[in-house]
């Protein structure tokens, strides 16, 4: 059964800095890895999705980078503002046979990017 | 506007009696998934569906029931709603399964 761990639980920097989170799943037969960002009382927004067969994905400040063979992700955020401040969540998405399609999720890093 | 549509957005109600959340999507997606989200216990996936007439279980699908007769709605059933099913249920949807998803703003379930 997969299982997806995140570190750290919590994070909190000042304005500007460049930080990482990271993602780990322990079957590494997955799909894609997905990064997703919660705001509170809301639903997730899509940031990023990285298929098995690629390494990384960008989009803006973001970059999410995938190492199967380690069963790792990371997101990267570089120059954050307090806008960034949100729930972040990985999900690893099943590959092949009757599993296709299922998505386990880590726990998510609460990020405070404070002025 | 693209969306991923839920309703109720918040229901109180009590042991036993049946209910159905309705997810409903504009965006012509062969993808749905419902999840429910605990404190302490994080976004799990109930159920989810390839496309028409596919649904599978994910992986807490126990007291739950989902159809998929049309593309673009995918409801949640409870048949005996149970206070253990007390959650903020999520509906996403994707092109395919190897898409990004859009997810509904959720539904707060309270069974007393």
């Known amino acids: 059964k997969q299982e997806v761990t995140q570190i750290p639980a919590a994070l909190s920097v000042p304005e500007g800095e460049n930080l990482v989170l990271n993602c780990s799943f322990t079957?590494?037969?997955?799909?894609?890895l997905q990064w997703f960002r919660q705001d509170p009382g809301k639903g997730l927004t899509s940031l990023l999705l990285i298929q098995s067969s690629q390494r990384e994905q960008t989009s803006g400040r973001l970059n999410a980078s995938l190492d199967k063979s380690s069963g790792r992700s990371t997101l990267y955020i570089a120059a954050s503002q307090p806008g960034d401040s949100a729930t972040y969540l990985c999900?690893?998405?099943?590959?092949?046979?009757?599993?296709?399609?299922?998505?386990?999720f880590g726990q998510g890093t609460i990020l405070t990017v404070h002025p | 506007e693209a969306q991923v549509t839920q309703n109720p957005r918040y229901l109180i109600t009590v042991t036993g009696k049946k209910l159905t959340v309705t997810c409903s999507q504009n965006m012509n997606h062969e993808y749905m998934s419902w999840y429910r989200q605990d404190p302490g216990l994080g976004l799990r996936q109930i159920y989810y569906?390839?496309?028409?007439?596919?649904?599978d279980k994910g992986d807490v699908p126990e007291g739950y029931k989902v159809s998929r007769k049309e593309k673009r709605n995918f409801p949640l059933i409870l048949e005996s709603p149970s206070p253990n099913q007390t959650s903020l249920y999520f509906c996403?949807?994707?092109?395919?399964?190897?898409?990004?998803?859009?997810f509904g703003d959720g539904t707060r379930l309270s069974i007393l």
């Open positions: 569906s390839m496309n028409v007439e596919v649904t």
């Open positions: 999900a690893a998405s099943s590959g092949g046979g009757t599993s296709y399609g299922k998505l386990t």
């Open positions: 996403a949807s994707s092109a395919t399964g190897n898409q990004p998803q859009h």
């Open positions: 079957d590494s037969a997955i799909y894609n």
